[in-house]
C-alpha cells in the first residue's frame, strides 16, 4: 500500500479545509503535549498536542512550525497517552481552519483532527530497554489499544509497513 505522507506544514496547507482526506498520513514527533481536560462550553474532553513534522527541519521548540492535533470525545482519552517526544503517525484525517478571535490573527492558520469514524492512531514510543513500543488505536475500538514492543532496529522497517 503506497503512503501519502505530509512532512512540511506548507503541504498540509495546500489540502482542502472540513473534508475527509481519507487516503492521506500524517507522522510528527510530539513537542507539547497538553493534558486531557473537558472543553470550554461542551461536556466532552479534549487533549492536544503541537508536533514537528519529520521534515529534517530541527527547529526544536519552534511552535509555528508545529501541525496542531486536536482529539475531541472518546478520542481525547484514547490518544491521552501520547508523551512529549513520541512519533504520532495518524492515518485519516481532516484539516480545519483555525477560528478568528475578535478579528486577531490566528497563532497557526489550521489545525487536525482524526476522522471519528475511520482514522487509525499510531504511536511510537521509547522503552526501557533501548526497544521501541508501538500504540495503535482505531476508530471502531477507541477502548482497546494494541500494543507491541518492538526492537529499536526494526522501528523504521516498522513505520514503512502500513498494516492498517
Not at 14 to 43: D, I, Q, W
Not at 135 to 150: Q, S
Amino acid at each position: 500500500m503506497n503512503l501519502e505522507i505530509y512532512v512540511a506544514l506548507s503541504e498540509l496547507a495546500m489540502l482542502p479545509r472540513g473534508v475527509p482526506h481519507s487516503e492521506k498520513t500524517l507522522m510528527c514527533r510530539a513537542e507539547k503535549v497538553c493534558a486531557s481536560r473537558l472543553r470550554e462550553f461542551h461536556s466532552e474532553r479534549l487533549f492536544n498536542l503541537g508536533g514537528r513534522l519529520l521534515d529534517g527541519d530541527h527547529k526544536e521548540h519552534c511552535e509555528v512550525d508545529y501541525a496542531h492535533l486536536y482529539f475531541y470525545g472518546d478520542w481525547a482519552l484514547a490518544a491521552s497517552f501520547i508523551e512529549e517526544g513520541d512519533i504520532v503517525i495518524l492515518k485519516r484525517f481532516i484539516l480545519h481552519d483555525t477560528p478568528r478571535i475578535g478579528g486577531d490573527e490566528a497563532e497557526f492558520p489550521f489545525f487536525i483532527t482524526p476522522i471519528k469514524t475511520s482514522s487509525t492512531l499510531r504511536v511510537l514510543q521509547n522503552g526501557l530497554q533501548n526497544d521501541v513500543m508501538e500504540v495503535m488505536v482505531g476508530a471502531d475500538r477507541l477502548d482497546l489499544p494494541c500494543v507491541r514492543v518492538l526492537p529499536k532496529t526494526l522501528r523504521a522497517p516498522f513505520i514503512a509497513n502500513d498494516m492498517v
